[in-house]
């Protein structure tokens, strides 16, 4: 194996700023994550208190219920050191953990920590956030695995018409265990297939909900490198976070004041932000029969849901995060603010869109008397597989314009190359000709009728079709004569920039763990890689 950086050219402008540190976006942090940083933020830490007694016991529970390795609760173990920090980021638990981006993160998440450790002498610990509070089923109920000269959607049958939490929504083990057995069916066997299915299958008999189901995986996936999970939905969880809604309760109008004050001021800026926020937003869900409804502010000061769902005083609301908190949870603008309240955090590892929202807590976070912690873009990796490498040479394909661009158009001229004279610039040349010879029939028939002038344009019309019909079947003819190498232009394509963009958003990594076994992720992981890179290729 082998692993080289690369440039990407789609970068939003935002990201592409805070990476080269302009002021224009770094005033909107803290901390600039490139610079040497991070002794100074485990120094303002110090100024800080956590409930590591009960956080830990909280972590131990969840983790065992998920059979993590030894390696996780050592690591956990470690939070009940005064001096440890984590590293942390998170995802929503996605079906045999979704698209490779949330894989890329767990690996972020873990390199990062190790690199901190060894750097600063004290205990890092790894932690990714599982948001098991979100309710968006259809983003995380399916995936996607190759079927050239496409990518194939595998959608799990169970149909969802409440907004459960996703750790409230138990398995429907008849309908996952047939989904998985299906994605089986499209694999061909390996050394390594029996293991993996025996492996997802018991994950599917011993999980609850698919919150369970994602934890699992990762633990399995990770097992050596004692990765911390924590559900967010779980209810022990919101416990821990009582006093932390309340205070989020306690100053909602400055933190809403804060976000859509920096959201004006980033969009003045010319940033894109994937982050709405009105000033009376009360970035808050309430649980209600099992469906979460985000709350809002109206002009009496109530907290009332977007339908009228709901509607609660301030001292109502304080007596629910007090006794209830389990009836409370965060949206995209809290969660990073619980995050903070919960774990001594050195570091945040997110995705090029949660930088970018992440541009608009500032004020949020010092509404709490909170810094915000160093925002670090997570690595971000593209898979080349040998078949792959192998059609990239063989076409003379740079892998850098393939992941940023793909390769429809060179595939286009390499057919057109195979005809002499091309087959496009002989039907245009002699559309051409036609047109010009055709033209005094055209303008006799428009002198003698204006009937017969419409005919004329018709019949010109017709024997362009003629001209089309035959330049299809040439093609066609074409495709058919050199299927193979076309194939394989497909398949670079599907590979390295599937749906027209990065392939760790649409790929899952099942199909390459059942190739290369989980060694391949192993392997990057244990490789370290600089952050400062916008983007690997491994070969493998």
């Excluded at 804060?258 to 800026?269: E, M, P, Q, R, T």
Aim: proline content about 4%; glycine content about 6%; charged content about 25%.
């Amino acid at each position: 194996m082998r692993i080289d950086p690369i440039q990407l050219k789609a970068q939003s402008q935002l990201i592409a700023d805070y990476r080269n540190n302009r002021e224009e976006i770094m005033s909107f942090f803290d901390y600039s994550p490139y610079n040497d940083v991070y002794e100074q933020r485990v120094k303002d830490l110090k100024g800080r208190t956590f409930d590591r007694e009960k956080l830990t016991y909280v972590l131990h529970k969840m983790n065992h219920q998920w059979d993590a390795p030894i390696s996780t609760f050592n690591n956990i173990d470690k939070l009940n050191d005064e001096k440890s920090v984590v590293v942390i980021g998170g995802q929503q638990a996605g079906l045999l953990t979704g698209p490779m981006y949330t894989i890329n993160k767990v690996i972020s998440i873990i390199q990062f920590a190790r690199q901190q450790e060894e750097e600063l002498g004290i205990p890092v610990i790894p932690v990714f956030w599982i948001a098991g509070e979100d309710h968006d089923f259809d983003e995380i109920n399916h995936i996607y695995l190759p079927k050239i000269p496409q990518m194939k959607k595998y959608k799990l049958g169970h149909h969802m018409m409440e907004k459960k939490s996703v750790s409230d929504i138990p398995i429907d083990r008849s309908v996952l265990s047939a989904w998985v057995d299906n994605l089986f069916e499209q694999l061909h066997e390996t050394v390594y297939t029996k293991d993996i299915y025996d492996t997802i299958h018991t994950a599917v008999e011993k999980s609850q909900t698919y919150a369970d189901f994602f934890a699992r995986i990762i633990h399995h996936l990770f097992k050596d490198a004692g990765v911390v999970l924590i559900d967010s939905g779980n209810q022990e969880v919101r416990q821990l976070e009582s006093r932390f809604f309340q205070d989020m309760i306690k100053h909602q109008p400055g933190i809403s004041e804060g976000v859509f004050s920096a959201l004006s001021d980033l969009n003045k800026k010319g940033y894109q932000v994937s982050l709405e926020s009105g000033p009376h937003d009360g970035h808050l869900f309430y649980h209600k029969d099992h469906e979460r409804i985000l709350l809002t502010r109206d002009h009496s000061g109530d907290w009332v849901g977007k339908q009228n769902e709901i509607r609660l005083t301030t001292d109502e609301l304080m007596i629910i995060a007090e006794n209830n908190p389990e009836l409370l949870s965060n949206n995209v603008v809290t969660r990073p603010l619980m995050q903070e309240l919960l774990f001594p955090t050195l570091a945040f590892i997110g995705g090029p869109g949660e930088v970018g929202y992440w541009a608009g807590l500032k004020q949020a976070f010092h509404t709490l008397d909170l810094k915000m912690p160093p925002v670090l873009p997570r690595l971000s990796i593209t898979v080349v597989e040998r078949q792959v490498a192998k059609a990239l040479q063989r076409y003379e394909i740079d892998v850098v314009s393939a992941v940023n661009e793909g390769v429809n158009s060179k595939k286009d001229k390499w057919l057109q190359s195979k005809s002499n004279p091309q087959v496009n610039e002989l039907t245009s040349e002699i559309k051409t000709v036609i047109e010009k010879a055709h033209k005094p029939l055209r303008d006799l028939a428009k002198d003698i009728r204006s009937d017969l002038g419409d005919l004329s344009e018709k019949n010109l019309s017709y024997l362009y079709r003629d001209i089309d019909f035959i330049q299809g079947r040439l093609v066609k003819a074409l495709e058919e004569k050199y299927a193979k190498e076309l194939y394989e232009f497909d398949l670079i394509n599907a590979s390295l920039h599937p749906h027209g963009g990065l392939q760790e958003r649409v790929w899952n990594p099942l199909q390459w763990v059942n190739e290369y076994g989980m060694e391949f992720i192993s392997y990057i992981t244990m490789t370290p890689c600089s952050f400062e890179e916008e983007h690997y290729v491994v070969y493998l």
